[in-house]
């Protein structure tokens, strides 16, 4: 099982950035899947999941800003980030699990997970 993410980078107050992670080795449309991210000193956090049929969860602090998605067709997972904010600073992580429940925050509810991509927010 692999799960690649990519996209991360500098980017200024209040600008964009596309997260995306291919997978490989699962039955991807069979996998809740989700995006974590972990700042310097900081725990692992949740940031948002997607469910098999596409039901979505955010941390409050992402709420509005930031939107999940899933291609199915092309194993693909993807977190769109908008007004970014320096403490979005972070290395982000994606996570599957066919067992997970979508709505639970826990980082032990994902077997697999990606290598993570730097995302920096600068001021």
């Known amino acids: 099982v692999q799960l690649q993410a990519s996209g991360g980078g500098l980017v200024q107050t209040g600008g964009s950035r596309r997260l995306s992670c291919a997978a490989s080795?699962?039955?991807?449309?069979?996998?809740?899947m989700g995006w974590y991210r972990q700042a310097p000193g900081n725990e692992r956090e949740l940031v948002a999941t997607?469910?098999?049929?596409?039901?979505?969860n955010y941390a409050d602090s992402v709420k509005g800003r930031f939107t999940i998605s899933r291609d199915n067709a092309k194993n693909t997972v993807f977190l769109q980030m908008d007004s970014l904010k320096p403490e979005d600073t972070a290395v982000y992580y994606c996570?599957?699990?066919?067992?997970?429940?979508?709505?639970?925050?826990?980082?032990?509810?994902?077997?697999?997970w990606g290598q993570g991509t730097l995302v920096t927010v600068s001021s």
């Open positions: 996570a599957a699990d066919a067992d997970a429940f979508f709505l639970s925050r826990k980082v032990e509810s994902y077997k697999y």
């Open positions: 080795g699962i039955i991807f449309s069979n996998n809740v």
């Open positions: 997607i469910s098999t049929g596409g039901s979505t």
